[in-house]
């Protein structure tokens, strides 16, 4: 009684998944009925022409196809096999150049911007030797106000002065010259004055000390000394003299060093506030080549209670900024070399060849604040392809030229080194105003920071 008992569970519940498995065929049976009559409802034009696959699906999948490099070492697009497979399903009578291709250019493009970039970034960090020493410290940064300083400042920190304003005429001079130091010239630099260091001891009062570190392959051609006297102070209503000293060292029959006058300026009492400057290149220089005379200087103008109006160092509140200020200005020693560059050029987003385009640098980006001017600037790059009718007129492009095709028995890796890239011909220099590693701030020009032309080479 039992095994009949789950003998007749067993028949109910083989016929309960039979009539599910008939119910569903019945439903797949009716959905491709349905279909088929759809389908014959297709006039029968549309059905010769109406491809079974989109536009949208070839432009996915082509780039990962067709992209490779020639001969040359170029990006070249080769998408003749896969087009023609694509359009067998057309009815079109020519193919065109795929929609895919101004793309992938863009996205080489925009690697080949990454790359300039990063080389820009690592270029500078070797001039300035931030790879060796590090970033500046700039914890502590205080911007001079001495006019000159100001309207440098205001000339170089607008980035489009940097590129294309200041003296078409000279910008276009410099165009055919390509400076071809590895480090930087440093053209100008500022020195705040500071108090005599601790281990020097001095008989004077009103004494200042600059921390002489020029190059050795550097020439000092002008050296300023800035002195400020702030108008709250000048109460004397009769001229003012300011008087610049230098300390030399004892002399042969003197253990006391000696005061001597370098610089004086009289001044009345209504036009004695404000800035002074006074030539001292003869003791920069001396301080440069024998720093043991640098002993420091003596500033002062006295008024009639003896008392020193000239803004000396440590500095605090309003007048910070306005210590004695060093202004020396330098140049390379040899002389540099320079080269005729190429003229092709071009600058246009649509073109395909090889091309200058347009790219911004931000040092704020960086996260570096030691950069005062420019905080951006133009920087260019190239970018395009190179054919053989685009190649300069040089001996390398020549021989490029007239390099033979790879044949079977010279395979394509033969010649894979061998090719036009697009490159700049022609770059130039970028003045730099920063803080450098003594907390001076200095003025350089780095050379070859910026693209002017662009050339297959």
């Given amino acids: ?48 022409t109406q491809p079974l696959y989109t536009d949208d699906y070839y432009s996915e999948i082509l780039p990962e196809l067709t992209l490779r490099r020639d ?18 399903f057309y009815d079109y009578e020519e193919v065109k150049e795929p929609k895919h291709k101004k793309c992938q250019m863009c996205r080489i493009r925009d690697e ?17 030797k931030l790879d060796v020493l590090g970033m500046p410290n700039t914890t502590a940064k205080r911007l001079p106000k001495v006019p000159s300083f100001l309207r440098l400042r205001e000339k170089y920190e607008n980035a489009q002065m940097q590129s294309d304003s200041p003296s078409r005429r000279k910008e276009e001079k410099l165009r055919y010259q ?3 130091e590895e480090y930087g010239q440093p053209e100008r630099t500022y020195s705040f004055a500071k108090e005599l260091p601790a281990d020097m001891s001095s008989e004077f009062e009103n004494i200042i000390y600059f921390d002489m570190q020029v190059a050795p392959e550097k ?27 230098t300390i030399d060292p004892p002399g042969k029959f003197s253990k006391v060093p000696i005061k001597r006058e370098i610089g004086r300026r009289k001044r009345h009492y209504m036009k004695a506030a404000g800035w002074h400057h006074f030539d001292i290149l003869d003791e920069v220089q001396k301080w440069t080549y024998r720093p043991h005379l640098n002993l420091g200087l003596v500033v002062e103008a006295l008024d009639e209670a003896g008392r020193n109006v000239v803004v000396l160092p440590p500095t ?3 007048n910070d900024g306005y210590e004695p200020m060093l202004d020396m200005r330098t140049s390379l020693r040899k002389s540099t070399r320079s080269k005729r560059s190429a003229e092709l050029y071009c600058d246009q987003r649509e073109e395909t060849a090889c091309c200058r385009y347009p790219l911004e640098v931000d040092f704020v980006a960086f996260g570096w604040d030691f950069v005062i001017a420019p905080l ?45 890239c697009c490159t700049p011909t022609k770059m130039s220099d970028l003045a730099m105003l920063f803080f450098d590693h003594n907390s001076n701030i200095a003025l ?11 050339g297959c080479a």
């Fill in 1 to 48: 009684m039992h095994r009949l008992f789950h003998s007749l569970l067993f028949l109910v519940m083989l016929s309960t998944v039979y009539a599910v498995a008939i119910n569903q065929t019945n439903d797949t049976y009716q959905a491709l009925e349905q279909e088929s009559k759809e389908l014959t409802s297709i006039p029968e034009q549309e059905k010769i």
């Fill in 71 to 88: 001969d040359n070492a170029d990006i070249e697009y080769d998408v003749l096999n896969d087009t023609t497979n694509a359009t067998s």
């Fill in 112 to 128: 080949q911007k990454r790359h300039r970039v990063e080389a820009i970034k690592n270029r500078i960090s070797h001039v300035l």
């Fill in 178 to 180: 390509d400076v071809q």
């Fill in 219 to 245: 020439e000092t051609n002008k050296a300023l000394l800035w002195v400020y006297i702030n108008p709250d102070d000048i109460i004397d209503k009769n001229m003012t003299e300011i008087y610049v000293y």
């Fill in 316 to 318: 605090f509140g309003v």
């Fill in 376 to 420: 951006t600037y133009a920087a260019y790059y190239c970018a395009g392809e190179c054919k053989g009718e685009q190649l300069d007129d040089t001996l390398h492009a020549h021989v490029i030229q007239q390099a033979p095709s790879p044949t079977l028995s010279q395979p394509q890796s033969a010649l894979s080194n061998v090719g036009p």
């Fill in 444 to 454: 350089t020009r780095l050379p070859r920071m910026k693209v002017d032309r662009c």
